[in-house]
């Protein structure tokens, strides 16, 4: 029923998940995975806004997405296909992808991880990457991937907060022809953060990179230790029990690690993947994001292997060598579903037709999006060019903490160019204005999920109050989960998803809290306060603008923004590096000192400021 719904029959299924969640998840549970123990109550809701899901039920994420594959046609069927940079080509069967996984886990547990341990892993995308994730999950680990673009103090601040005892690195990775010294940063890193014991390094790119003794060691030379050849039982877990940590921008300085756990997070990507982009085994599926991300983590790692896909991974920057390298892949491996970024899709759609035209991309059947609204230009051509009008594209809604998509489209929706359009079945999705109430169509409000789903994060890591406070406490009251963007409906009920509400901003589609960056620059001994704000940006759908007080005497010199802006490159990384750079004499406060962020915005934006009855001076 659910899985061959019809347009007509949307409504209906929807109705019946909203009001019959433990009917409808625990029906999908038990068709589509298998578990050590069945759970005794689908949705535990007694300690909001606390929920657990699959109580007393015993799985891995592992089993479901390698083990049981074992057993069937699968097992030697291919399920990744590796494409580094500079061209060369690996590609993993389910059978191999459980040998690599078990010498992985066995070389990790050799180290002292044992069930509960979290384990950093700061990598290039090479196949490593993802085994160290599988393997921790198997060994009973949670695992915490740092994206390979943050630097050695962001690195730092994220192995310090989860405690971790080892970390798996590799010596560099391939980026735009260049090689990303991966090692060097760790190991600054390492440094500053006193619990790393060991250090697991995966030789990729070949070049010199200092090895400490005793601490660091190579990952080929692990594997010649003839006990990683051993089986390695997959852990049994609660369906609670953590998966894995991801560290994600919020309104306030420090980033937040996101907790998802093996049952619910395993049963909801994979269900949403499934449904949206009819997900199968014989697909051939591309997500081009980081495997160090969200996107990456839910649709690159756990959901295709559940679903026993196979997928696409590629090391490098999407225009290297030339801007056809995207197309030239969907054609050679014969891609079916391909899921990007808007942000990608412009930096393609610049380049022009031609590029794609070389190519035949007659293999793509669905598109995807995510990561921030898509513009219609960017939509059409998309659709138009890459799809050749026969792709659906799908834009998907959802965030770090939802663990999968939210609100989107099924194959069957009627589109509507840059609305994610309905919410998924079991997601009581609405806008509504401050007091709660719902806005009339058309009318911009907030974007509320008003009942648990089983991919919800549990809980920011050792941090409970938080987690209540970020997302639970603006409708306490009614019980809701608050998104943090704005958005409005329209008659039809499509959901429009329009920006942040509070101080996170999407450079690239990359998730960045102000905070952050502003922390960055006024760690820079000249700079005595700091505000950024997000203009927009044609190909980045924003980007940072930095407003910063220099310290009394500072000159001006013609330098003093490469350096402001190199020293943040360092601190957090090329993603967070301000497009500008602005000295001011004082910015714009409220009485109580916090900085408005609007008001700069509409300032540099030749715009009326609103209003200013709150601002001190
Ligand atoms: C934004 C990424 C509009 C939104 C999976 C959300 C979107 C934030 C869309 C989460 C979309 C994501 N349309 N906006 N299709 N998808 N967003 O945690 O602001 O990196 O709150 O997760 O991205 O970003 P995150």
Redesign the pocket.
Same mark, same amino acid.
């Given at each position: 029923m659910v899985e061959n719904a019809t347009v007509k029959e949307y409504p209906n299924t929807y109705r019946f998940s909203i009001e019959e969640p433990e009917k409808f998840w625990g029906k999908l549970a038990e068709e589509n995975l298998e578990w050590y123990k069945k759970w005794d109550k689908v949705l535990d809701d007694s300690n909001k806004p606390f929920y657990k899901w699959f109580v007393g039920a015993k799985t891995n994420i592992i089993h479901n997405a390698i083990d049981r594959h074992l057993k069937t046609i699968n097992r030697n069927k291919v399920a990744f296909i590796w494409e580094g940079e500079p061209g060369d080509v690996r590609s993993f069967s389910y059978n191999a992808v459980n040998r690599e996984v078990t010498k992985m886990a066995n070389i990790i547990a050799s180290m002292g991880v044992s069930k509960g341990d979290i384990v950093t892993i700061y990598m290039p995308q090479i196949p490593e990457l993802i085994f160290s994730m599988l393997a921790c999950a198997k060994i009973g680990a949670a695992h915490s991937v740092v994206y390979a673009g943050f630097s050695s103090t962001a690195l730092a601040d994220r192995i310090n907060d989860a405690s971790s005892k080892l970390l798996i690195t590799a010596d560099g990775g391939f980026r735009r022809g260049k090689i990303v010294d991966l090692k060097s940063i760790a190991n600054e890193a390492v440094e500053k953060s006193p619990s790393i014991e060991k250090c697991i390094v995966v030789k990729r790119t070949g070049q010199d990179v200092k090895m400490e003794v005793e601490r660091d060691f190579w990952y080929h030379n692990l594997c010649e230790e003839p006990f990683v050849n051993n089986k390695c039982p997959t852990v049994e877990m609660d369906a609670e029990d953590m998966l894995f940590i991801l560290y994600?921008s919020g309104t306030t300085g420090k980033p937040k690690g996101v907790i998802h756990t093996h049952g619910g997070y395993s049963l909801y990507t994979s269900t949403v993947l499934r449904m949206v982009f009819d997900l199968k085994p014989i697909d051939r599926w591309w997500c081009l994001a980081d495997p160090g991300?969200? =996107?990456g983590h839910s649709f690159i790692v756990y959901a295709p292997l559940i679903l026993g896909a196979t997928t696409l991974l590629y090391e490098g920057a999407p225009t290297y060598p030339n801007p056809d390298r995207v197309w030239s892949m969907v054609d050679k491996y014969g891609i079916n579903v391909f899921y990007t970024s808007p942000t990608a899709i412009r930096g393609f759609m610049r380049f022009g037709n031609s590029w794609v035209k070389q190519h035949d991309l007659s293999s793509l059947r669905l598109l995807g =999006?995510? $990561?921030?609204?898509i513009n219609p230009a960017a939509w059409e051509w998309y659709h138009r060019v890459i799809g050749q009008e026969k792709c659906p594209i799908m834009? =998907?809604?959802?965030? =770090?903490?939802t663990g999968g998509f939210m609100i989107s489209p099924y194959p069957i929706t009627p589109l509507k160019p840059g609305s994610?359009t309905l919410p998924l079945f079991g997601i009581d999705a609405d806008v509504v204005d401050e007091e709660g109430n719902s806005t009339a169509p058309g009318e911009e409000g907030i974007l509320v999920i008003k009942k648990p789903w089983p991919g919800m994060a549990r809980t920011i890591y050792k941090d409970d109050d938080r987690y209540k406070q970020v997302y639970w406490s603006k409708f306490e009251k009614q019980g809701w989960y608050l998104? $943090?963007?704005s958005a409005r409906r329209d008659e039809e009920g499509y959901f429009w998803?329009i920006a942040?509400l509070d101080d996170v901003i999407?450079v690239s589609g990359y998730?960045l809290g102000t905070a952050e960056i502003e922390s960055a620059l006024v760690s820079f001994p000249k700079v005595a306060e700091a505000a950024v704000i997000a203009l927009p940006h044609d190909i980045k759908g924003n980007a940072i603008h930095a407003f910063c007080i220099l310290n009394e005497g500072t000159e001006v010199t013609t330098t003093l923004e490469k350096e402001i802006k190199d020293h943040v490159r360092h601190e957090m990384g090329p993603i967070a590096v301000p497009e500008k750079v602005n000295f001011v004499l004082s910015l714009p406060k409220t009485r109580s000192g916090k900085i408005m962020r609007r008001v700069l915005k509409a300032k540099a934006q030749g715009l009326d400021p609103g209003d200013l009855s709150t601002i001190e001076d």
């Open positions: 994600t991300w969200i =996107t =999006t995510v $990561g921030e609204p834009d =998907t809604w959802w965030q =770090t903490e994610a998104a $943090g963007d998803v942040r999407k998730r």
